[in-house]
């Protein structure tokens, strides 16, 4: 999607709910299916907001990649051995935003 199409689809959904990465889903896929490398992005805009979260068995830190997975019309999503899946929850109903990245309770499921 181009920055023009992207900014007018923010536009037409400022006021809508908000969706955020749902980081406990995403450790609890990673634990289940023990991946090499792990991406997340927002659907429909991967080019400009995807990035690897996880690789070589551990968590990549924020500073070494970049992500935005937040979003009021598009779904965060989860790359994982090809595999694209919407994992998120709305913001209004847990303790995550746009800035969390790898929060205790996702890093305690990937621990174990």
Request: proline fraction near 3%.
């Amino acid at each position: 999607m181009d920055t023009l199409s992207a900014y007018a689809m923010g536009q037409a959904h400022r006021n809508d709910r908000s969706r955020v990465f749902d980081w406990d889903r995403a450790a609890q896929l990673i634990k289940e299916r023990n991946p090499e490398c792990v991406s997340a992005g927002l659907g429909g805009d991967w080019e400009r907001t995807g990035g690897d979260i996880y690789k070589d068995g551990k968590t990549i830190e924020k500073e070494n990649t970049y992500t935005y997975l937040a979003s009021t019309w598009a779904a965060p999503e989860i790359e994982i051995d090809g595999e694209i899946m919407d994992c998120w929850a709305w913001e209004d109903e847990t303790l995550w935003n746009a800035k969390t990245y790898w929060p205790e309770s996702a890093l305690k499921i990937l621990k174990g």
